[in-house]
C-alpha cells in the first residue's frame, strides 16, 4: 500500500484537469508524501496528532542553547512594572470603586445599581474578562 | 449607562455589513511564469490572512498579490462529506455559520498544524495556476515568525521540499521585508520596528540594516484578542443577543468605528459627558426581521385558537363521559337484570350469570351494582356542568381574562389540558401586554442596536494597557522602554530617530499620534524621534517579500536548496537582511512513521518521503 495524502487517490494519475470532484490528484505534488511531525516521534498509534506551541516550546527548552541566543520564549514581553490603571468593568471608565459583594468596579452611582442588578453569570463574565475569577467558590 | 433615548437623533446608526467573500477563481499562471528562469511565489504565511502571488520581473512592479485569503479551513457542513472535502479560505464564503469548524494550522503566530498547512498551500498553488508536473518548479520566499522555534521550521522545509518538490526558499520576517520596501536606505541604517498582527505584536530594533534579534521583544497580544475582548464585552451587555454578536461582526467594528485614543484618560473623561456620548456612539443596528411584529399584532388569533382548543378539548371529554356513562348504564341494566333473577327465584340462571359476571355472592352483586349506580349519577351530574360551561364560553368572550379561570370547576378539563400548558405558560405574558399598534416599529429597531461607546477605545488600547484584560505582560509603550533601555545613549538615540509602525493590527485612527506621544513621555527632554506609518501596513510585507525575492534572484547566498536541507536538516537556514538569526542547533530528525495505519486514513508506508532510515 502506498502512503497518500488525504486527497490522493491512485498516484500514477498525474492529469491537470480534474478527474472527479471526490479525490482530484494534484499534479504538483507528491502523492507519496507522509508528515514525519504527524504523530511526532513517537509514532504509533497513540500519538497521532501534532504539537501544539506548547509542546513544542517545552521541547525547545531542552536544546543546548547559549545564555545569548535569541529564540522563541526568550523574546516574550517581561511584565510589567507599573501599577495597572483601574477601570470600570461596566462603562471602561475610570473607577475608584469596588463593590465588596461582587468585586466589580465601576464610577458611578448609576453603574453600582446596575452592578447589583445583574445575573451571577453576567457578573463572572466581567470578572472573567479581566481574569479576577476567585478560585473559592 | 445607555443613556441614549429611543427618539434619539438617528445618525450614527450603522448596519452591519456581513461581509461574506467570495471564491476565487483559478487563475491563469499567466506568460510571465512561465519565463526563462523559474519565477518565484512569494507567500506571506499569515496567521490573519496569507497572500500569495507572482514575483514577476519586468518593469512592472506589479499589482497586488493574486490571492488574498484567511488562513482557515473547515469541512463542509453536515458532517464529513466524502466528496467536497475541507474548504479553504475564500471559498468558504461566510465564516460564521462555520465558527466552531474553523481549524488554522496556526497556534499563535507559528504554523504548528502542516496538514493544514498543506491544503493552505495547494490551494494557493492551484489558484496562482501551478503546473509543473510532480512538483512546484518554482523558488519560494515564505515569511515565518521572529525566531521561530527550529521544529517548526523543520517541519515546514519536510513540507516544502519533500511533498512538493521546491527547488529552493528563503525564509523572512514579514515586518522586516515591510521596513525595507518602505525606505530602501532601511538597509543600511537603523531603527524599531513595531509590528502588529493578529496574534501578537512584536517590537525589533534593527541595527546596520540587520536585526539584533536578542533585543526582540513579543506581547502576545493583537487584532484577535482585541476582536474576542469586544466581543465579550457586548455579549455581556447584550446578553439577549448573544449569538448575533459574531467575531466577523466585531472585527468589522474594529476595523471600522474602532480608534486609539491619544491620551486613554483624557479620552475617558470627554466620553463621560452625556453630549459628547451621544454624539459619538455608534449605534450598530443588528439585523431583524419584523416578523415578530407580525406574531404579536396576532395575538388575538392566537387567543382565539386557544379558545377554540379549549372548546374543542370540552366537546371531547363531553363525548368521552357520554359514552362512558352508556356503557356503565348498560352493564347496570345488566346487573339489574340479574339480580331480578335473584329476586324472582330463579337461582339456577343466577348463578349462571353470577359465573359469567365473575362475581360470587349476591351481596358483591348488589354493592357492584351501587357503585355503577351511583358513577352513572355522577356522569350525568358532569354532564351537565359541562354543557353549562359552555354556554358560559360562548358568552363570555373577554380575550383578556385567563380562560383557564372558567375550567377549575372541571377537573378532567384542567387535567387533559396540562399537555397544553406549556403553550399556555408562555403565551399568558403575551396576553398581558397590551397589543399596540403604532410603538412596535421603534421599539423593535432601538432593542436591536450596539451601542458601541467606550468600547470604540477600549477594544484596542489592550496592547497599551493589557491589564484590560488580564495579561500580565507590559504594553507597548513599557516594552518599548525596556528595550531603548538596553541600549547605550547614542544607540537609543538612533533608534528612535527611525520608528516604523507596521502591521495590520496598526491601522487604528490616532496610532502614530498615540505612539509619537508615549515616546515623548519616555525620551529625555527636547530630544527628537521619528515615527513613520508604513504606507500599506497590511500589504508591505508581501509587496517587500517579492522585491527582495527580484532583488536576489541570482544570489546562491540565501536561498536554500534542496541538497542543503537533505545535508543540513530542515531547521537550517541562511540569513540574510530579513531573517531570523540563525543558531547552529540541531534537531533530531524526527522518526518517519512506522507502518502503523493512522486513523486519518493515510495507508501505511514504508517510509515517509525523503531520508528513509
Known sequence: ?137 | MAAASVAGPAANVFPFRDFRAAPDPVLEAGPVAHGPLPVPLVLDNGSFQARAGWACPGPDPGPEPRLQFRAVCARGRGGARGGAGPQVGNALGSLEPLRWMLRSPFDRNVPVNLELQELLLDYSFQHLGVSSQGCVDHPIVLTEAVCNPLYSRQMMSELLFECYGIPKVAYGIDSLFSFYHNKPKNLTSSGLIISSGYQCTHILPILEGRLDAKNCKRINLGGSQAAGYLQRLLQLKYPGHLAAITLSRMEEILHEHSYIAEDYVEELQKWRCPDYYENNVHKMQLPFSSKLLGSTLTSEEKQERRQQQLRRLQELNARRREEKLQLDQERLDRLLYVQELLEDGQMDQFHKALIELNMDSPEELQSYIQKLSSAVEQAKQKILQAEVNLEVDVVDSKPETPDLEQLEPSLEDVESINDFEPLFSEETPEVEKPVTTVQPVFNLAAYHQLFVGTERIRAPEIIFQPSLIGEEQAGIAETLQYILDRYPKDVQEMLVQNVFLTGGNMMYPGMKVRIEKELLEMRPFQSSFQVQLASNPVLDAWYGARDWALDHLEDSEVWITRKEYEEKGGEYFKEHCASNIYVPIRLPKQASRSSEAPASGKGSGASGGGAGE
Open chain 1, 1 to 137: 500500500m502506498e502512503a497518500m495524502s488525504e486527497n490522493k487517490m491512485v498516484p500514477s494519475d498525474f492529469s491537470t484537469g480534474p478527474m472527479e470532484k471526490a479525490a482530484k490528484p494534484l499534479p504538483f505534488k507528491d502523492p507519496n508524501f507522509v508528515h514525519s511531525g504527524h504523530g511526532g516521534a513517537v509514532a504509533g498509534k497513540k500519538n497521532r496528532t501534532w504539537k501544539n506551541l506548547k509542546q513544542i516550546l517545552a521541547a525547545e527548552r531542552a536544546l543546548p542553547w547559549q545564555l545569548n541566543d535569541p529564540n522563541y520564549f526568550s523574546i516574550d514581553a517581561p511584565p510589567s512594572f507599573k501599577p495597572a490603571k483601574k477601570y470600570s468593568d461596566v462603562s471602561g471608565l475610570l473607577a475608584n470603586y469596588t463593590d465588596p459583594q461582587s468585586k466589580l468596579r465601576f464610577s458611578t452611582i448609576e453603574e453600582f445599581s446596575y452592578i447589583r442588578r445583574l445575573p451571577s453569570d453576567v457578573v463572572t463574565g466581567y470578572l472573567a474578562l479581566r481574569k479576577a475569577t476567585s478560585i473559592v467558590p
